[in-house]
T-cell receptor, first 117, second 115 residues
């Protein structure tokens, strides 16, 4: 079956702009998590959506937001971009619900690499 | 504060040897711990999961141990091959007041296996 699809794969923005990233999870997966990956900080949790509701949120400013649609596809938005937002943004899907306690396996996409100039 | 530390940023070993990677955590009550592999420019790929009440898990050449007293997990790759060269990440899911938390990752250890 198809894996997690993230678009766009690469993008370049300038400070002050905003960006929207998209994630299509594996069919049947209801949970979508977003992570920011940088060389210095590693993988940092942004938020997790399950059945269109934000279930968990990391320690990121309000400029970072997300949503999930009824088909489980998710988007994240970063407004007023800063140089420090340059990173690889990874989306991961999982079954969610009680199944996560059985395997907890996250299926990651290839990421969207954002460069802020 | 809560921390997950993977002791080595990089580990270089010779082909055929056993690679041992370490993951330590503080101020967590983990429900379980996972290990992922990440290749350059790719998303992480799940390898193994071990629950808080399990001591050891094996999968082919991979072995994971989990010591909740030491707050440590060890990840072993036996008979290592150059194709095992990658960054390995440990991740914890802990409980927040009885409800599900989120998966927190260590910064990873970059393993290089030389032929």
């Amino acid at each position: 079956k198809a894996g997690v699809t993230q678009t766009p794969r690469y993008l370049i923005k300038t400070r002050g702009q905003q960006v929207t990233l998209s994630c299509s999870p594996i069919s049947g997966h209801r949970s979508v998590s977003w992570y920011q990956q940088t060389p210095g900080q590693g993988l940092q949790f942004l938020f997790e959506y399950f059945s269109e509701t934000q279930r968990n949120k990391g320690n990121f400013p309000g400029r970072f937001s997300g949503r999930q649609f009824s088909n489980s596809r998710s988007e994240m938005n970063v407004s007023t971009l800063e140089l420090g937002d340059s990173a690889l943004y990874l989306c991961a899907s999982s079954l969610g619900g009680q199944e996560i306690y059985n395997t907890g396996e996250l299926f990651f996409g290839e990421g969207s690499r954002l460069t802020v100039l | 504060s809560q921390k997950i530390e993977q002791n080595s940023e990089a580990l270089n070993i010779q082909e055929g040897k056993t690679a041992t990677l370490t993951c330590n955590y503080t101020n967590y009550s983990p429900a379980y711990l996972q290990w992922y592999r990440q290749d350059p420019g790719r998303g992480p790929v799940f390898l193994l999961l071990i629950r808080e009440n399990e001591k050891e898990k094996r999968k082919e050449r991979l072995k994971v141990t989990f010591d909740t007293t030491l707050k440590q997990s060890l990840f072993h790759i036996t008979a290592s091959q150059p194709a095992d060269s990658a960054t390995y990440l440990c991740a914890l899911l802990s409980w927040y007041g009885g409800s599900q938390g989120n998966l927190i990752f260590g910064k990873g250890t970059k393993l290089s296996v030389k032929p």
